[in-house]
């Protein structure tokens, strides 16, 4: 009885543990992102803001804890968070929440990564992903009328950087503009590279080269490390730099990351939609989030999104817990067919949202959809394994 009370208490202080890690990486991952909107990243100078203090002291208590030399500065844990993945022991976050090996900074473009913005809106508030739904729910506020907004909305989503040359091009909406502006803000040097700026041309968000040093902003040399903030483009072989960036505005990262991103996906999703005749609509108050019409018996909603951790992607939809009977959540397909992202998906949910949701990408949408509800819905999430079955051409096309 003795040596099983030890064994449990063992197990016990072990969860404890990993616990604090996985809590100590959430708080940091927060400390980044908030740091990187807030100043200059290479002014880390006392007194440090009182949340990344409190981060450092955790740090530091976690370090002595596990008898590892803690960071000395801010500089030197911002250091830890580029070199330090999450299955790291001083963190031992479950691959089930976050893929081993992945930091909360850039190595190469020394900002955060997606995987620190998607931790950042990790739990019950929402973090970084609720301040994007709430920027857009003031717009929404000041549209006043649905068709305002989705061409404020629109426009947001495809100018992440808008420049003076903008306004003098074809289709410029003062209108829009009037409404939008506010949201933008000056592109911080952090973001600028011998005073240009260079915008992922496959994403349109800001891309940075190793160390800072460009050896042509226009054709960078091959081999040269290049980091883009989607950190899932193509190596870009040509930039088209902005050349007056003082004069450039940048929406803030939290647009950028949850709004932006996941456009293309939504519009490829929507068109789907419309392709077929299927109706939808906006649900209030949710990023990429609509209510489907006339797809059969029960309710239907769908929910686009861009995430590149699934795990996280399962907790949020868990703490959201999605209301209609199917939800079909569409992803990139780049994303989906990655390997281990279904089955990583899948065994993150609670057993009874399994039955409910759709793991999905814009192409195959329809075809799940038809066969849901023909009642014939193979659950995709209990598709854990190799890609989505294809749709076929005449099915979509009948
Ligand atoms: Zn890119």
Redesign the pocket.
């Known amino acids: 009885m003795a040596a099983t009370a030890r064994r449990r208490s063992a197990r016990r202080e072990q969860d404890e543990a990993a616990n604090a890690g996985t809590e100590l990486f959430l708080e940091l991952a927060r400390m980044v992102a908030a740091l990187a909107e807030t100043r200059s990243l290479r002014s880390f100078t006392l007194p440090y803001p009182g949340y990344a203090q409190r981060a450092l002291d955790h740090t530091v208590m976690r370090c002595l804890g596990i008898g590892r030399r803690p960071p000395r500065s801010l500089p030197e844990l911002w250091e830890w968070c580029r070199d330090i993945g999450a299955d790291d022991e001083l963190f031992g976050v479950p691959a089930s929440l976050v893929t081993p090996g992945a930091t909360l900074v850039d190595r190469i473009g020394q900002m955060p990564t997606r995987t620190c913005l998607e931790l950042a809106s990790h739990g019950a508030a929402g973090g970084v992903a609720a301040q994007a739904r709430s920027l857009l729910d003031d717009l929404e506020a000041r549209c006043g009328s649905a068709e305002r907004y989705a061409r404020c909305r629109h426009f947001l989503a495809s100018h992440p950087v808008v420049q003076q040359e903008d306004r003098r091009t074809r289709g410029w909406s003062k209108e829009v503009w009037a409404r939008v502006k506010e949201l933008y803000r000056p592109l911080p040097e952090a973001l600028c590279v011998d005073g240009l700026f260079l915008p992922?041309p496959?994403?349109?968000?800001p891309?940075l080269p190793c160390g800072r040093i460009v050896s042509d902003p226009v054709r960078p040399a091959a081999g040269e490390a290049i980091w883009?903030?989607?950190e899932?483009?193509v190596r870009p072989d040509r930039f088209e730099p902005i050349r007056e960036p003082g004069l450039a505005l940048i929406l803030p990262r939290s647009l950028r990351t949850f709004l932006v991103l996941p456009h293309p996906v939504e519009e490829a999703a929507l068109s789907e939609l419309d392709r077929t005749g299927i109706e939808y609509e906006a649900a209030a108050g949710r990023l990429g989030a609509y209510h489907l019409r006339g797809t059969g018996s029960g309710t239907r909603e769908m929910h686009v999104y861009d995430r590149l951790q699934p795990g996280l992607l399962a907790a949020h939809l868990t703490d959201t817990a999605p209301h209609s009977d199917r939800t079909f959540v569409v992803v990139p397909e780049r994303l989906a067919d990655r390997d281990g992202y279904r089955a990583h998906f899948t065994d993150a949910l609670p057993a009874l949202l399994r039955e409910r949701l759709v793991l999905t990408t814009p192409d195959n949408l329809v075809h799940r959809l038809t066969a849901s509800a023909a009642g014939g819905d193979p659950d995709s999430t209990a598709d854990r394994g190799g890609p989505e079955p294809k749709r076929s051409e005449d099915e979509d096309d009948a």
């Open positions: 992922c496959v994403c349109g968000l891309a883009c903030e989607g899932d483009c």
